[in-house]
């Protein structure tokens, strides 16, 4: 009896152990798909999604006709020794771009070692963009080294034209917004986009402005908008009104 119990037992035994390494080997031998999705956040302490953005081709010299924006992913699964290149595609629904024409997509880069990284698009300045603002829904592609990530970051949006375009990051402290105002800010300031620093207690990005930096600047633009009213008294179009007619104020 003894001796039927221990060769059971020793089968089982073995038979347990077989299954066991057969599962490791399953599990060990397993490697997820490399995945990525957009990434874009704000620097606020809840790291806010980013689904769109805006540029206008007026705040690059005027021979210039493309211009590349870079857009952030991240990746998912293992990491890569090499250098691997994401490439976004596009989303035909709601797109009013046109690929080949007022657009391209080029291979992005996630670094050696690295999770984040980005995908490229190239914009082409086209003459329509004189008259309408074009936009493109655009989503990650396929290629030799991903697949798309997360569902809820799987698609992003790009709005683009040659006219002025109200940045998504206008500044409280500039005060309504209008065509005039803007360009009058970038023609005495050189500046055409304000990303702020969103929490005192988060460390500025390279690019951001503080509130003090935007409420000094909002400070020169009045003193700048003073002394061109003031050396332009009684000539057709001042003291500066934008184009609904208001005065232009900061």
Same mark, same amino acid.
């Given at each position: ?54 540029? +206008?081709?007026?705040? %690059?010299?005027? &021979?210039?006709?493309? !211009?590349? /924006?870079? $857009? ?103 005060? +309504?917004?209008?065509? %005039?105002?803007? &360009?009058?800010?970038? !023609?005495? /300031?050189? $500046? ?59």
């Amino acid at each position: 009896m003894n001796l039927v119990y221990k060769v059971i037992t020793g089968t089982l035994l073995t038979v347990g152990i077989s299954v066991l390494s057969s599962c490791e080997k399953d599990i060990d031998g397993y490697v997820q798909d490399a995945r990525v999705y957009f990434f874009e956040r704000s620097n606020d302490l809840n790291q806010t999604r980013i689904s769109n953005r805006s540029f +206008t081709f007026l705040t %690059v010299p005027e &021979q210039q006709m493309k !211009d590349t /924006l870079y $857009i952030k992913v991240k990746t998912m699964g293992e990491v890569s020794a090499v250098d691997r290149y994401p490439i976004a595609k596009t989303v035909a629904e709601g797109s009013t771009a046109t690929e080949g024409i007022d657009y391209e997509f080029i291979p992005g880069l996630v670094a050696a070692n690295q999770i984040e990284g980005n995908v490229a698009v190239v914009l082409h300045r086209t003459a329509r963009l004189k008259n309408e603002t074009v936009l493109l829904n655009l989503a990650i592609g396929e290629s030799a080294d991903f697949k798309g990530g997360v569902t809820e970051d799987g698609t992003f949006t790009l709005r683009w034209s040659d006219r002025l375009v109200q940045p998504d990051t206008w500044p409280f402290y500039f005060g +309504t917004y209008s065509d %005039v105002k803007y &360009q009058f800010i970038i !023609d005495h /300031l050189g $500046i055409a986009d304000y990303p702020h620093q969103l929490s005192p207690r988060i460390e500025a990005q390279p690019g951001e402005y503080s509130i003090a930096d935007l409420q000094d600047m909002a400070s020169r633009l009045r003193i700048i908008l003073r002394e061109e009213n003031a050396a332009n008294e009684g000539k057709p179009g001042y003291p500066l009104r934008d184009e609904n007619g208001a005065l232009v104020v900061f």
